[in-house]
């Protein structure tokens, strides 16, 4: 089955900076990548999400690349504000079958 | 995107008891799912709620401690049965709509006691 790995597990920024989170999946079937964040007592919300057929996806100031070859995705939040602190996780999927990265706690300090 | 609600938002329960989540979508949707996630943790996916059938387990779930009901396309419920405090978790219920892209609820946090 598939194997999503994402790191890195924590990650902490000044505002303004960028921050990328990268994960790698293992079954070459996979054609869809979503990106959730999840805030403290919240369900995770989708911010983004990617398919095989493109390399990159940009929505103002978060974009994800996907490089299929190497089987790895990276979410990149530029500009970053206080708001943009949560818990980040990445999705592998092929045919409703979604499999999860472990999640990477971000912090913005201002 | 859907408008997803779940009943309780949270609850505090006694160790042997039995508790029903409810999931709420406000439009017919083809799947839904149940995920639990441990403190800390990331999403582990319990079962497909599958309308007028039986749920679909994943490994290291059963039917006799997680019973699935999905009687609609807009509802399930999932029941936490005799409950110990390794149950303490987040149970979210999601939904796709089309081609893969899948939702989530809010959340129920059980804490057992």
């Known amino acids: 089955g598939e194997n999503v790995e994402q790191h890195p597990s924590t990650l902490s920024v000044q505002e303004g900076d960028s921050a990328v989170i990268k994960c790698t999946y293992s079954?070459?079937?996979?054609?869809?990548f979503p990106w959730y964040k999840q805030e403290l007592g919240k369900g995770p919300q989708l911010i983004i999400d990617i398919r095989s057929n493109v390399g990159e996806k940009k929505d103002q100031r978060i974009a994800v690349t996907l490089n299929k070859t190497a089987k790895h995705f990276s979410l990149h939040i530029t500009e970053t504000q206080p708001e943009d602190s949560a818990v980040y996780f990445c999705a592998a999927s092929d045919r409703n079958d979604m499999r999860f990265g472990a999640g990477t706690r971000l912090t913005v300090k201002p | 995107s859907a408008v997803i609600s779940q009943k309780p938002s949270r609850d505090i329960c006694q160790r042997g008891t039995s508790l029903t989540i409810q999931c709420q979508v406000d439009s017919q949707v083809t799947m839904m799912f149940w995920y639990r996630q441990q403190p800390g943790q990331s999403l582990t996916l319990i079962a497909t709620?599958?309308?007028?059938?039986?749920?679909?387990?994943e490994s290291g779930f059963v039917i006799d401690k997680f019973p699935i009901s999905r009687p609609n396309l807009t509802f399930s419920t999932l029941t936490v049965s005799n409950m110990s405090p390794e149950d303490s978790s987040i149970y979210l219920c999601?939904?796709?709509?089309?081609?893969?892209?899948?939702?989530f609820g809010p959340g129920t946090r059980l804490l057992v006691l």
């Open positions: 079954d070459s079937a996979s054609n869809y």
């Open positions: 709620a599958n309308q007028g059938s039986e749920a679909t387990y």
């Open positions: 999601s939904v796709v709509y089309s081609q893969e892209t899948q939702y």
